[in-house]
């Protein structure tokens, strides 16, 4: 229940990142609203994947420089793994599509962070002690 949950919330957010960022869109998808959400599904599949198993390997590795920029590097690392989706997606049905790196992909990190942090406060509950 809780990758599906996961999953949710990343098709959420990168849907508001291909809304308010004009060089992100999804390709390869039909016109109906089943269509949209099952692109949108797979596409936060794949980001989830990325985000897990591929972000803190990278982070790891960065750290020096992200401490160095006082941790403005970790936005570049996001959109990064933006971009990483983007191309993962080419071997599916659907296609992300991030058209340049420096401000389609950055930008589009900075609104999946701040969607997925306004998501994450109100839709998971926390945890009791």
Known sequence: MRILLAILLNALALAAA???VPGIRLE????GLIDTV???GIVGAVFGVVNVVIKPIVT???LPITCLTLG???IVINGLMLML???LTTFTPVAFVVESFFWDAVLGAIVVAVVSALLNQFVVSPQRA
């Not at 390869?28 to 016109?31: A, K, N, S, V, Y």
């Open 18 to 20: 291909a809304v308010l």
């Open 28 to 31: 390869g998808w039909g016109p």
């Open 38 to 40: 099952l692109a949108y």
């Open 60 to 62: 790891t590795l960065s």
């Open 72 to 74: 403005l590097f970790a």
């Open 85 to 87: 989706t983007a191309w």
